[in-house]
């Protein structure tokens, strides 16, 4: 490109090329650091189009995709990258803008395109950045975002991608105007600008939160933030003006809010059946009235049962529990996962009673009990406002107040926020005030139930409330040292469980097995495994199709480039680390001698013109083939030895030849011998080499190292202790002469078939049905840590990868599944829309249960989250049950409908939650102490 090209003009019509790409990385890399030592709030920052951006790192250098698309052996220095990359054109965020791209609009007009992903659709890059990148590119439209400081206790920086954006309405004239604010701006700032844009004097106008087309609150002019304000994105406010000062103020709820101003003219349901007309009174009611028994006298909490009367909003025989959440803006995931608790009986019934006394409001984990009255003032709306949908909108100041992460108006995940709420709720309900020091004992090899009721004991001593009492259960976590084989067993609480999708699609893979004991050539397997299964899976069907027996083991290797790349001795590797274009070799051999020393042997070509100190691994070829070395002290003798019998199978068919070779090193005879007809008599030639190899045949061996880089002679006196031996690991490289290679056959040693041979398409495999059985088979596996949650092994005093196992040990009244549907990589994130078959009934986890306590662990299924669509978008609606009823619906935001059970089974449920049914001698037992109690 020459620099008329690259379209860059001075003012006065020069051609200006910026400074050269290597200056321009090293330039934005400290500035970007700069700015990271320097975080505020207030900071500025720039929103650029992911896709001008990644030309531009192309350009410097800086290709942030090279890791997924191509290999290490094609990556290339920056310098070289910058010198086949184009440089890019004028910074050109036109594709992310939704107006202002052809510059008609101010720049504080000019608007996002909503539901941009980062990193995907844009990157954010510090004001300093952006000023040099658009000194050099110019272009735009420049998108300036500020920092905010979010959060309460956890508090962390955020860039405001997406301000406020509200819909100002002039009750004057029925004009509208949008307004965009950072939700932490004050609402005197939200005046100033009303008042400015509208030409009005601030004490002569009366605004409305009118979410809704409905007047909530009037909100007044004072630092309290719009986020506080509960406004949301896109809503509604109502500009009035009014001939004096509004000074009446309205009073507070219990969490600190603005009471809202709710209209007492009957709204429209959110409730209908089957797309027909809304819900009659003549349904029976969801849960009896004694169910839930009033609450005490002067108690701060309103009893359910006072708040129908008094606001006489729900008709007697009427159905409760079917009110919708009104989407605020992406809160489908909060909808749904707040559906599933509000229908959780145990939940329902106490926050229906008075919880004021167990509000824990010195917790330091915890949120001052906002988040429990919050949450318990939601629920009772739900369930006292016949079928009005509601706006969760004090609910989710709330969130967004001690969660950040949920604040905004982005898709979030449903588990995450369930998560999040069970434990808020455990923090703000927690019946100790003072956490007791509790120093954590060694099971020592002490009986599991002995160590099990201790955990559990100490654990309640910390946490005691109605969340612990009905949610958290316990499993046995075990954990062996792979290298010591120390044991540590401890005893933890769980809240839910997430559950693993097993793979039923299958994968062919072809692997070569040589004969470690020489005893015959190598063959290759194709075997069908899971596609998501393990090493230990790959050798179990290889043990199977090559007839394996029972004294006998298999060492799995990956061939590359005519060395061992890698050994696969680890049994849960994942399958999913073989690739279909590599080399697997299996070598076979006798168990007991696994735990000898082994003896790797290469091979190379003998060129007669070049020196032996000029040979390199580069003249390596055939596949490496291994032995194992008998004895504590190994001579040079015996590893030649051992060479001609690993070498035995691939003789050529010279009878002669061979018998001599078999008789001469007392070789068991490898099968292959025939009865020679006249025409596969020798030539001189061959007679010649026979005569040679059996009188003094002595094969030119080099030790070598690990990466086959440097040779020495191997001499027959050479003596090798075994305990002295690295690794106890032999390697040798054997030159291939004429002699050997008119001796042997190299083709066998060649051409190693890959995993998968690429070829015509083949046939996709339908994805069959899991069972939830399946799942938690799955989720009890023994797997080993991954690399970044290493354990401290205590006896080797160093962290191990080690080998884990959870057992399942004391089960909750309501217990939940998590099933993983979302799968993320560094680079490659996934949803699984694999079916799975769960039970409405009689789900029997009792098999499960280390703990045989002689309980039955029978559950029914009462809620589901479900997700539809894919990682980018999607939405979360949620099925739940009145239990008294027995009749299920479907929850989708404000919308409320009845529907079949045979229908709630989806591929799209993503929570599952069940209820533990309780045996009859349960409650008996829990009757007699209640009327023991009373009397």
Not at 454 to 462: D, P, Q, V, Y
Not at 726 to 749: H, M, S
């Amino acid at each position: 490109m020459t620099i008329q090209d690259s379209g860059f003009m001075m003012e006065d019509g020069v051609s200006c090329l910026p400074c050269t790409p290597e200056e321009q990385k090293r330039i934005v890399t400290e500035l970007k650091n700069e700015s990271e030592r320097n975080l505020k709030e207030g900071n500025l920052y720039f929103v650029i189009s992911s896709r001008w951006f990644r030309s531009w790192e192309r350009y410097v250098g800086i290709d942030a995709d090279r890791n997924l698309n191509q290999s290490s052996d094609s990556l290339h220095s920056n310098v070289a990258s910058s010198m086949v990359a184009e440089m890019p054109g004028p910074i050109d965020n036109s594709d992310i803008v939704q107006n202002g791209s052809d510059g008609d609009c101010k720049e504080d007009e000019i608007q996002l395109r909503r539901m941009l992903m980062e990193r995907q659709d844009y990157v954010l890059v510090p004001q300093k950045v952006w000023e040099k990148l658009h000194e050099w590119y110019k272009g735009g439209p420049a998108l300036p975002r500020k920092m905010i400081l979010q959060g309460v206790y956890h508090r962390s920086f955020d860039v405001e991608v997406y301000p406020l954006c509200l819909n100002m309405i002039d009750s004057r004239d029925e004009s509208q105007s949008a307004i965009w604010l950072s939700r932490k701006a004050s609402v005197s700032e939200l005046f100033q600008r009303v008042c400015a844009l509208r030409g009005v004097e601030q004490d002569k106008v009366r605004i409305w939160d009118y979410f809704n087309k409905r007047k909530h609150a009037q909100l007044f002019a004072s630092n309290k933030s719009l986020e506080e304000s509960n406004l949301q994105m896109d809503q509604d406010i109502l500009l009035e003006q009014v001939d004096g000062h509004q000074s009446a103020r309205f009073g507070m709820d219990s969490t600190g809010n603005e009471l809202a101003l709710v209209s007492m003219e009957p709204s429209r349901s959110s409730f209908t059946i089957a797309g027909g007309p809304a819900l009659s009174n003549g349904h029976s009611s969801g849960y009896k009235s004694n169910l839930y028994p009033g609450s005490s006298k002067g108690s701060g909490l309103t009893d359910i049962g006072d708040s129908f009367d008094a606001h006489n909003s729900v008709r007697k025989g009427e159905t409760r529990g079917l009110t919708g959440l009104q989407n605020l803006g992406n809160t489908c995931f909060m909808n749904s996962a707040l559906q599933c608790l509000v229908h959780t009986p145990p939940l329902v019934e106490y926050f229906l009673k008075d919880y004021s006394e167990e509000i824990n409001t010195q917790n330091p984990l915890g949120m001052h009990g906002e988040l429990a009255l919050a949450f318990g003032e939601l629920l009772r709306k739900l369930w006292s406002s016949g079928q009005t949908a509601i706006a969760p909108r004090v609910f989710k100041g709330k969130l967004a107040r001690f969660a950040p992460q949920f604040s905004g108006y982005n898709q979030h995940d449903s588990q995450e926020l369930l998560a999040f709420l069970l434990d808020g709720l455990h923090e703000d309900l927690n019946r100790v005030k003072q956490k007791p020091y509790i120093e954590m004992k060694d099971a020592d090899s002490r009986p599991d139930e002995e160590v099990a009721a201790e955990s559990w004991k100490n654990h309640k001593a910390r946490n005691d409330s109605v969340i612990v009492d009905v949610c958290q259960g316990q499993y046995k976590s075990t954990l062996v040292c792979p290298v010591c084989s120390k044991i540590s067993i401890t005893f933890d609480p769980f809240m839910y469980l997430s559950l693993p999708l097993p793979s039923t699609i299958t994968r062919t893979m072809t692997v070569s097995v040589f004969d470690g004991n020489g005893s015959g050539l190598p063959m290759p397997y194709t075997v069908s495994v899971l596609k998501n299964g393990f090493c230990k899976d790959l050798l179990l069907a290889l043990r199977s199709a090559c007839c394996l027996k029972t004294d006998e083991n298999l060492l799995l290797a990956e061939v590359y480039e005519n060395k061992i790349y890698r050994y696969l001795e680890v049994p849960l590797e994942p399958l999913g680390s073989i690739k279909d274009d590599e080399h697997i070799v299996a070598f076979r051999y006798q168990k007991k001698g696994m735990e000898k020393t082994k003896l790797v042997i290469f091979h190379r070509w003998q060129e007669k013109s070049t020196p032996d100190y000029l040979k390199s691994g580069k003249e390596l070829f055939g596949t490496p083939l291994i032995t194992y070395l008998e004895g504590d002290r190994i001579s040079g003798a015996d590893i030649e030895t051992a060479v001609f019998k690993v070498l035995s199978p691939f003789k050529r068919k010279y009878s002669s030849a061979k018998s001599h070779i078999g008789k001469e090193n007392d070789f068991p005879s490898d099968g292959l011998n025939e009865p020679c007809s006249s025409s596969d008599a020798p030539s001189v030639e061959n007679a010649e080499i026979e005569g040679t190899l059996s009188t003094d045949l002595s094969l030119q061996l080099h030790l070598t190292d690990d990466r086959v880089m440097t040779f020495k002679p191997l001499k027959k006196d050479t003596l090798f202790e075994s305990g002295k031996i690295f690794g106890k690991i032999i390697r040798v490289v054997l030159d291939w002469t004429d002699k050997e290679q008119k001796l042997y056959d190299a083709n066998y040693l060649k051409d190693l078939p890959e995993v998968h041979k690429a070829g015509f398409a083949a046939k996709k495999t339908r994805q069959e049905a899991i069972s939830l059985s399946s799942c938690l088979d799955a989720f009890l596996v023994e797997e080993p840590l991954g690399p970044d949650d290493m354990w401290y092994c205590p006896r080797c005093k160093e962290h191990r990868q080690a080998i884990k196992k959870l057992d399942l040990w004391k089960l909750p009244e309501i217990i939940v599944f998590h099933l993983k549907r979302f799968t993320y990589g560094r680079y490659l994130k996934n949803k699984i829309d694999t079916f799975v078959n769960f039970p409405a009934h009689n789900l029997d986890l009792s098999k499960y249960v280390l703990n045989k306590d002689g309980q039955p662990y029978i559950y029914e299924l009462y809620a589901i989250s479900n997700h539809y669509g894919g990682l980018g978008g999607g939405h979360y609606t949620a099925y739940a049950k009145l239990v008294e009823e027995n009749i299920w619906y479907h929850f989708d935001d404000s919308h409320v409908s009845p529907v079949n059970e045979s229908d709630i089974k989806t591929s799209a449920a993503y929570l599952l939650f069940y209820k533990r049914v309780r045996s009859e001698t349960e409650m008996e037992t829990e009757e007699s102490s209640h009327s023991h109690s009373v009397s």
